[in-house]
């Protein structure tokens, strides 16, 4: 059985970031070698889920850059396009304003999109990919919460952990650390993101 990511998302030409995960959870596979169902999650669930936080960012990080590019270039014609209309007379003179205008409003959906959506949404999920790898390293290292238990206990922590950080991501703005409910297992207490919205 391979190491490597699952199938949709096996990496080609991947980003440093994405070799980095693909090699954490080689290493954190080979790790749990005698346990294979301890390397299904952490191959097509934690594995799966930073790798995909990390594609959804960029592709948001590529958004803001676009919008945040439109808007520049927008404010630099928008002026040049409402001054050429203004000298010109008749059908150029139509058709420079009506440009403009549309030009315009472009610019300002674009900057909206900057101020709301893409950056928003790029902070988002660069966090959440930072908390999934850096749950990862910890398990990894036997740091933090992982080191004075047993191999079951270990890893019951680390899938806890992981899914509070999902559960939390995917309920939405937090206004503070998700309710954890009384149980007598003696884990620690996961790590949830305390997001600030605006």
């Known amino acids: 059985m391979t190491n490597a990511l699952p199938g949709r998302l096996k990496l080609r030409r991947g980003s440093v970031v994405q070799r980095r995960i693909a090699r954490l959870t080689s290493a954190l596979v080979d790790q749990w070698s005698d346990h294979p169902q301890?390397?299904?999650?952490?191959?097509?669930?934690?594995?799966?889920?930073?790798?995909?936080?990390?594609?959804?960012?960029?592709?948001?990080q590529r958004a803001f850059y676009l919008a945040r590019w439109l808007v520049v270039a927008g404010a630099t014609i928008v002026p040049t396009l409402v001054a050429a209309g203004a000298r010109a007379h008749g059908t150029a003179a139509t058709v420079t304003?009506?440009?403009a205008v549309a030009l315009s409003l472009l610019v300002a959906i674009a900057a909206?999109?900057?101020?709301?959506?893409?950056?928003?949404?790029?902070?988002?999920?660069?966090?959440?990919?930072?908390?999934?790898?850096?749950?990862?390293?910890?398990?990894?290292?036997?740091r933090g919460d992982y080191t004075d238990w047993d191999i079951?206990?270990?890893?019951?922590?680390?899938?806890?952990?992981?899914e509070k950080l999902v559960l939390a991501y995917h309920a939405g703005p937090l206004t503070g650390p998700v309710n954890r409910a009384d149980d007598a297992s003696g884990l620690p207490e996961p790590l949830i993101p305390d997001w600030q919205w605006p």
């Not at 191959?43 to 948001?60: C, D, I, K, S």
């Not at 959440?128 to 398990?139: R, T």
């Not at 079951?152 to 992981?162: I, Y």
């Open 38 to 60: 301890a390397q299904e999650y952490l191959r097509y669930q934690w594995g799966e889920r930073v790798l995909n936080a990390h594609l959804t960012g960029r592709r948001a």
């Open 97 to 99: 304003m009506v440009t």
């Open 112 to 142: 909206t999109a900057v101020q709301v959506q893409a950056g928003q949404r790029w902070r988002l999920f660069s966090q959440y990919e930072a908390l999934l790898e850096h749950v990862g390293w910890q398990l990894y290292q036997r």
């Open 152 to 162: 079951e206990q270990r890893f019951a922590a680390f899938v806890d952990r992981v």
